[in-house]
């Protein structure tokens, strides 16, 4: 049986050899980070899975030279652009593209059924929230989804290709949505 | 709302996201000691912020990496990430071994098993059973009884063939939640230990992309993480998560038992 360990391949930056890791496996290493954010963009496991795969077929395949403190946010903005790109087609060609969608598995009578009110409750809320989401535009939920990712504002503006101040007008307006949206929670 | 409030409320965002300077930070909480209606908006954007933060996070399909791999396979590797600190030797050797590095990542798999998130929530549910004062929502020392309570309760047929015996036996289950799905949780113990193996769906969660052990046939990922020992599987389209403070080899041996492989070498 295969057991763990580190690979001792050769490396491309100075440092322990042990800890170095391919171009391929820096990029593949921000996967789940880039679905998380494809699956609240786009509201579908699906479309996310689709969004990620494209994304790290086109940056391991990419000769465009990226610094490597600008590659997540470079990745990012990679994928948002697929997405764009993917929701334009789809508006040119209507099939399903109903924006306030959740994932079918994820309807509240699922949840209902359980008789654990503290895991009920949870999962009701997380769909508030992403619902709250969903009613945001792209732009706009793409920036609070950058920030719950640990994105910088200057990365933001990187992965959003847009000024800084653009970025703080719009999360103040997508922040203040959120907050009358949810308002419900308030203790 | 004087003009003070309108400048500071735009900045309670950048508080509440810790991105704030100390200046302005010091002059928003001065402000909001002395304004109820600033300080009722910032408890409102600290709590946007705390529910933004609690949704929880959605994991790549195991096999994603995988799919990726075999299709830029036959390409070129170009250098898209910029080395601008590093030696132009360094950076042709680095290409040279390119091929090498791709034979031995086919070979070897990448070598960090990125299931952490899953070792910690099955170290938080086994902290729960320990700390809460009635863990179980059925207790029977059955798993025919116990089985059949998950029906209606968890979107899958939990699988168990292992029903405790006097070694381990069975104390009883409970619905937890893992990671963000409903998971059937069982009991077992060992002497005074308590082991907890929760099942649940397998897909989309971060499974490791290599596996250090087995328990039989079957890879398993065995850790440990804050003294307790976890061990990590996938049979049938179901995850299973061992977690206890009892030794390893013994959960290994309990392992390999609930995964069918009763002569318990697990190795």
Same mark, same amino acid.
């Given at each position: 049986? $295969?057991?763990?360990?580190?690979?001792?391949?050769?490396?491309?930056?100075?440092?322990?050899?042990?800890?170095?890791?391919?171009?391929?496996?820096?990029?593949?290493?921000?996967?789940?980070?880039?679905?998380?954010?494809?699956? $609240?963009?786009?509201?579908?496991?699906?479309?996310? @899975?689709?969004?990620? *795969? @494209?994304?790290?077929?086109?940056?391991?395949?990419?000769?465009?030279?990226?610094?490597?403190?600008?590659? $997540?946010?470079?990745?990012? $903005?990679?994928?948002?652009?697929?997405?764009?790109? *993917?929701?334009? %087609?789809?508006?040119?060609?209507?099939?399903?593209?109903?924006?306030?969608?959740?994932?079918?598995?994820?309807?509240?009578?699922?949840?209902?059924?359980?008789?654990?009110?503290?895991?009920?409750?949870? *999962?009701?809320?997380? +769909?508030?929230?992403?619902?709250?989401? +969903?009613?945001?535009?792209?732009?706009?939920?793409?920036?609070?989804?950058?920030?719950?990712?640990?994105?910088?504002?200057? @990365?933001?503006? @990187?992965?959003?290709?847009?000024?800084?101040?653009?970025?703080?007008? %719009?999360?103040?307006?997508? %922040?203040?949505?959120?907050?009358?949206? +949810?308002?419900?929670?308030?203790? | 709302?004087?003009?003070?409030?309108?400048?500071?409320?735009?900045?309670?965002?950048?508080?509440?996201?810790?991105?704030?300077?100390?200046?302005?930070?010091?002059?928003?909480?001065?402000?909001?000691?002395?304004?109820?209606?600033?300080?009722?908006?910032?408890?409102?954007?600290?709590?946007?912020?705390?529910?933004?933060?609690?949704?929880?996070?959605?994991?790549?399909?195991?096999?994603?990496?995988?799919?990726?791999?075999?299709?830029?396979?036959?390409?070129?590797?170009?250098?898209?990430?910029?080395?601008?600190?590093?030696?132009?030797?360094?950076?042709?050797?680095?290409?040279?071994?390119?091929?090498?590095?791709?034979?031995?990542?086919?070979?070897?798999?990448?070598?960090?098993?990125?299931?952490?998130?899953?070792? #910690?929530?099955?170290?938080?549910?086994?902290?729960?059973?320990? &700390?809460?004062?009635?863990?179980?929502?059925?207790?029977?020392?059955?798993?025919?009884?116990?089985?059949?309570?998950?029906?209606?309760?968890?979107?899958?047929?939990?699988?168990?063939?292992?029903?405790?015996?006097?070694? &381990?036996?069975?104390?009883?289950?409970?619905?937890?939640?893992?990671?963000?799905?409903?998971?059937?949780?069982?009991?077992?113990?060992?002497?005074?230990?308590?082991?907890?193996?929760?099942?649940?769906?397998?897909?989309?969660?971060?499974?490791?992309?290599? &596996?250090?052990?087995?328990?039989?046939?079957?890879?398993?990922?065995?850790?440990?993480?804050?003294?307790?020992? #976890?061990?990590?599987?996938?049979?049938?389209?179901?995850? &299973? #998560?061992?977690?206890?403070?009892?030794?390893?080899?013994?959960?290994?041996?309990?392992?390999?038992?609930?995964?069918?492989?009763?002569?318990?070498?697990?190795?």
């Amino acid at each position: 049986m $295969r057991r763990g360990g580190p690979i001792g391949y050769p490396v491309l930056v100075p440092g322990p050899p042990a800890k170095s890791a391919s171009r391929e496996d820096t990029i593949l290493s921000h996967m789940d980070s880039l679905f998380n954010f494809a699956w $609240r963009l786009s509201g579908d496991g699906s479309a996310a @899975e689709d969004l990620v *795969q @494209e994304t790290l077929v086109r940056a391991i395949s990419s000769t465009t030279a990226v610094e490597e403190a600008s590659l $997540r946010a470079w990745l990012f $903005r990679v994928l948002r652009n697929l997405f764009i790109d *993917q929701r334009r %087609r789809d508006r040119r060609n209507p099939v399903s593209s109903d924006p306030d969608r959740v994932d079918a598995a994820e309807a509240p009578e699922d949840y209902l059924r359980g008789d654990i009110e503290i895991d009920r409750l949870r *999962q009701v809320v997380a +769909l508030d929230i992403e619902r709250a989401l +969903l009613q945001l535009s792209e732009d706009h939920r793409a920036i609070i989804l950058l920030d719950l990712e640990g994105f910088t504002e200057a @990365e933001t503006a @990187e992965a959003m290709n847009c000024p800084l101040g653009t970025v703080k007008s %719009r999360r103040t307006r997508a %922040r203040a949505f959120l907050r009358a949206e +949810l308002a419900g929670y308030a203790r | 709302m004087t003009p003070e409030c309108i400048e500071l409320r735009e900045q309670m965002t950048e508080l509440s996201r810790g991105a704030l300077a100390p200046k302005e930070r010091a002059s928003l909480l001065a402000h909001v000691a002395t304004c109820e209606d600033c300080a009722a908006a910032l408890e409102r954007e600290t709590l946007t912020g705390e529910l933004l933060e609690s949704l929880p996070r959605r994991f790549a399909p195991a096999d994603l990496a995988a799919r990726v791999r075999a299709r830029t396979a036959g390409a070129a590797k170009p250098l898209p990430v910029k080395k601008s600190r590093t030696g132009l030797a360094v950076v042709f050797a680095a290409a040279a071994s390119v091929l090498g590095v791709a034979v031995a990542i086919f070979l070897l798999g990448p070598s960090a098993p990125t299931a952490q998130p899953m070792v #910690v929530e099955a170290v938080n549910d086994h902290l729960r059973v320990l &700390y809460a004062t009635s863990p179980l929502e059925v207790a029977a020392s059955d798993q025919h009884q116990v089985k059949p309570w998950f029906t209606g309760k968890v979107d899958f047929a939990p699988v168990l063939r292992f029903g405790g015996n006097d070694d &381990y036996p069975l104390i009883g289950g409970a619905v937890a939640l893992f990671v963000d799905r409903k998971a059937a949780l069982f009991v077992f113990k060992r002497r005074l230990h308590e082991i907890t193996l929760l099942t649940f769906r397998a897909d989309s969660l971060p499974w490791p992309r290599s &596996y250090n052990s087995t328990l039989g046939d079957v890879p398993a990922l065995v850790t440990t993480r804050n003294g307790f020992h #976890v061990i990590l599987w996938q049979a049938d389209g179901l995850g &299973y #998560v061992l977690t206890s403070d009892l030794a390893e080899p013994e959960l290994r041996q309990l392992g390999a038992l609930i995964v069918g492989k009763s002569d318990a070498h697990a190795r």
